[in-house]
């Protein structure tokens, strides 16, 4: 695991990409690299990123971030004490732009994924991560791995791409150990419901094999996701990790563009403002190496399929 930059000039430089290096690409981002732009590939038109950095929301304790929902066109998150409607369709605007340019290169820079990913949420962030005032399981700033309680993947990988936008200053993470050396470490017991009976076989076995009981799955999520749920809670909850794992610092200067497979990497956003990204949902059937996918890595230590 480690970082992978990629130049302006290796995307520049006239020839096309080549399948092999698309898919060189792929295996090391599911291998848990982060790969880094240094000058991001995503053009966004100055008069748009004067807009967005002209945006607070005033109250930390509202949302997160505001979020941009490609498939129906629509935003959630927006701050409607302060935003005005003119102000509101221009930022829906600017996330349609944005959200389309990142699909727009991604088809050719990860071409192996394309005909096989589900475009997820963009979001835009304006506010200061450091000391933000949140509840335990919606802090950035503990390191975890992510699953999205309302959207399960089945499966598919969640894969996304970050921009800091901030004209001046870096935004700050820490990533941890990938997701097959911690899920082994850090077995979490304390993560198990009450046995019930009418729990599956698979997820009895994958409770058992890392002391989580009989953990049974909720009925809209499958096995595979009620575990990553659980245990994207079970790390932002627990003492032990935060303080023991190991964090690696990686500090994103202004301008600069990212993306990590966020089920596998554990990461933590300790200070910046102003970001924008775009989620994908890689299905297993796109992915280039499998077998280093958390769906694989947990079947194994089940025995059964999880989805």
Known sequence: MGLVTITRESLVDGRPLSE????????????????????????????????????QQTDSSLHKNIAYKPIIDKLSGVDTKTADAAAVSRLQSIMRKYSQTVVKFLTEFLSPYHA??????????????????????????????????????????ILRFFNNIHPTRTRDWVVGDPFAKM?????PKEIAPEPDSAGSRAMKSLGRAVGLGAAIPSLKRSPYDDFMM???????????????SP?????????????????????????????????????????????TSPL?????IAGAPLV
């Open 296 to 300: 694989k890595v947990l079947e194994g």
């Open 183 to 187: 899920v082994h470490e850090f077995a």
């Open 116 to 157: 096989n990913w589900k475009l997820d949420y963009a979001s835009f962030r304006p506010q200061e991560e450091q000391g933000r005032d949140l509840s335990l399981r919606r802090r950035n700033d503990l390191l975890h791995t992510d699953a999205f309680p309302t959207r399960p993947t089945h499966g598919a990988r």
């Open 247 to 291: 964090k690696y610092p990686w500090n994103f200067p202004a301008g600069s563009s990212w993306m990590v497979y966020t089920d596998t990497v554990p990461h933590a956003v300790l200070a910046g403002q102003y970001a924008l990204e775009q989620t994908f949902l890689v299905s297993p059937e796109a992915l280039v190496a499998p077998e």
């Open 20 to 55: 092999e290096r698309a898919r060189a690409w792929c295996a090391q981002l599911e291998a848990g690299d982060i790969l880094y732009f240094p000058e991001t590939p995503i053009a966004i038109p100055n008069d748009d990123l004067a807009f967005l950095l002209g945006q």
């Open 230 to 244: 659980r245990f994207h809670n079970f790390l932002k909850e627990n003492p032990r990790f935060q303080s023991e």
